[in-house]
């Protein structure tokens, strides 16, 4: 039975997603012969399915919706449809539809059968990064079949890119090379690469971490972060120099209480990790682990069953950390005595109407209040953040590679001969270097390890 259904953005939308395996297909009132196909991943491909005059039917691929707008479906369709309508087959006549596949289709091939050097298939990160970037960069050129994307289209939205984000507009170049290459090696594609020998901007590796008069803000605003599992991740993310991948999909199976370690099986580098747990990682664990707990030690209610990075959050727990160094620079600038200080800091008021009045205040005072911002500091830059503080008291390269799981062909055999005894001193002494710095932790003298001050 044909399902026929308004041409409009508004029906499209409203779809079920048919069952796994299977695909669903609606045809649109008042406009024959132009099909929509949904998959149940979410993916919906407009195409043209119509019988030729005196002979079979032929299907066209258009692309992809929302790339191409049920607005563009008609237009493109209609020009099909004359052609089949007098008996002229459009495969026939041009290496297009069925024949040649569009970037989309490519696209989605890649993300399903794309496999690494080691064999392995993307992992699901890696499929969100990449989906990420494709619908943001590459939504104009989706429904274009390989042979017209030229290496001006991928120059051209390089260079466009570039202007601001050099880093980010090389990674575009480099997914459009990969794509390219696998749609060789797939035999999808005959021609050239457009994306080879277009010529890379330069790139400024981030040496980005937290610096000791930056620490007391930033746990400080940690401390008051209202959702315990975002504060839990970045205090874990920070305190083992763990890649986000892997906090983020962190299971309570992998975790040993006792022995201080977290057994990662499936890593960028390809080879199992065991991350040493600080006293104040297990301290931390300790408390968020229940007779019932769920598998992921993050839970989250997605498809994947675990927290999925929490860019909102963050930005609370900088935007607080620049609110805290705000009303310190007012403080002192005006004098204020402990108790304003400390009335100020409960911060009772809304965080937004408080950042933005003190940002006024500081700014009238002539404060150098743009020092206070955080606004640079990635997540990612917490698992720096550890290494650079393990180099500050005094660990060797190969100690803070064996930590954060470096591998580089140089360091590869030391690292192999390496037991975590002395990754766990370095780790436990960075550890202690930072929360001493942030005023979280007394002298191994005057306090027992293992115990974060209240803020």
């Known amino acids: 039975m044909t399902t026929i259904i308004k041409l409009t953005k508004t029906s499209i939308d409203a779809l079920p997603l048919p069952k796994t395996g299977q695909r669903g297909a609606y045809h649109f009132d008042g406009v024959p012969g132009l099909q929509l196909r949904v998959t149940a991943t979410g993916i919906k491909t407009f195409s043209v399915f119509k019988r030729i005059k005196g002979g079979n039917p032929e299907r066209i691929t258009l692309g992809r919706y929302p790339a191409v707008t049920p607005e563009n479906a008609k237009r493109e369709a209609a020009k099909y449809i004359a052609d089949l309508v007098n008996g002229r087959s459009v495969a026939g006549a041009t290496k297009t539809g069925k024949q040649e596949v569009t970037l989309g289709e490519l696209f989605d091939d890649f993300l399903k059968s794309k496999r690494s050097r080691r064999g392995a298939y993307l992992s699901e990160a890696t499929k969100r990064d990449y989906k990420s970037s494709f619908d943001l960069y590459f939504s ?36 459009a090379s990969s794509l390219f290459s696998y749609a060789k090696e797939s035999k999808k594609f005959t021609g050239e690469n457009p994306a080879a020998g277009i010529r890379k901007f330069p790139e400024n590796s981030r040496d980005r971490f937290l610096q000791a008069d930056e620490l007391p803000r930033f746990f400080q605003a940690l401390a008051k972060e209202p959702n315990t599992t975002i504060r839990d991740y970045v205090l874990l993310s920070l305190l083992t120099g763990a890649r986000r991948s892997n906090v983020l999909s962190m299971k309570w199976a992998d975790v040993n209480l006792e022995r201080g370690e977290w057994r990662i099986t499936k ?31 993050f839970p989250g209610i997605g ?18 950390a620049e609110l805290i160094g705000l009303i310190h620079m007012v403080a002192t600038k005006n004098k204020w005595s402990k108790e304003q200080l400390n009335a100020a800091l409960e911060m009772s008021e809304d965080e937004d109407a408080a950042l933005t009045r003190y940002r006024s205040e500081a700014k009238g005072l002539k404060l150098e209040f743009e020092t206070m911002r955080l606004g640079d500091l990635r997540i990612h830059d917490l698992r720096r953040t550890l290494g650079s503080w393990q180099a500050k008291t005094g660990a060797s390269l190969a100690i803070i590679g064996k930590s954060l799981h470096h591998k580089t062909t140089q360091a590869t055999v030391i690292y192999a001969r390496l037991d975590l005894d002395p990754v766990r001193a370095s780790v436990d002494l960075a550890t202690s270097a930072m929360l001493m710095a942030a005023g979280l932790k007394d002298s191994p003298a005057t306090k027992k390890p293992g115990r974060l001050k209240k803020t």
Request: no cysteine.
């Open 303 to 320: 498809k994947s069953g675990h927290l999925i990075e929490p860019k909102k959050g963050w930005k609370r727990i900088l935007d607080r």
């Open 140 to 175: 104009k050129l989706s429904s274009r079949q390989l042979s017209k994307i030229k290496g001006a289209d991928i120059s051209a939205l390089h260079t466009q890119l570039g202007h601001k984000h050099p880093t980010r507009a090389n990674r575009i170049v480099a997914l």
């Open 267 to 297: 890593t960028k580098n390809g080879t199992p990790q065991t991350v040493t747990l600080s006293l104040e990682a297990v301290d931390i664990l300790a408390t968020r682990k229940a007779p019932e707990s769920p598998m992921f030690v």
